[in-house]
Nanobody, 118 residues
Framework: QVQLVESGGGLVQAGGSLTLSCAAS????????MGWFRQAPGKEREFVAR????????YYADSAKGRFTISRDNAKNTVYLQMNSLQREDTAVYYC???????????WGQGTQVIVSS
């Protein structure tokens, strides 16, 4: 059974940093791309960043470029999202997801809350 478990969310002041983790288990992910998404209250879920598990290539939403860094640790089967210079607009539930170019993001974690205070 595939599981994606996020952690690392919390309350942070504007301008601060947080690192989210996504521990993956239950299958081999080396052909997968792993993504971070977020959903703010009253808004639709939006893409934040993704990484290819095999190559490590990354892609970011414009809102994340220059502030967020996605990375992975193959040995730990864990994907990270380092978030710097956090703004109130970054307040959301952050979700980790995994999938292939064919299947799309078929596996999702339960989410971790990030609250940025002014």
């Amino acid at each position: 059974q595939v599981q994606l478990v996020e952690s690392g969310g919390g309350l942070v002041q504007a301008g601060g940093s947080l690192t989210l983790s996504c521990a993956a288990s239950g299958r081999t992910f080396n052909t997968y791309r792993m993504g971070w998404f977020r959903q703010a209250p009253g808004k639709e879920r939006e893409f934040v960043a993704r990484i290819s598990w095999s190559s490590g290539s990354t892609y970011y939403a414009d809102s994340a470029k220059g502030r967020f860094t996605i990375s992975r640790d193959n040995a730990k089967n864990t994907v990270y999202l380092q978030m710097n210079s956090l703004q109130r607009e970054d307040t959301a539930v952050y979700y980790c997801a995994g999938g292939t170019a064919t299947t799309g993001y078929e596996y999702w974690g339960q989410g971790t809350q990030v609250i940025v205070s002014s």
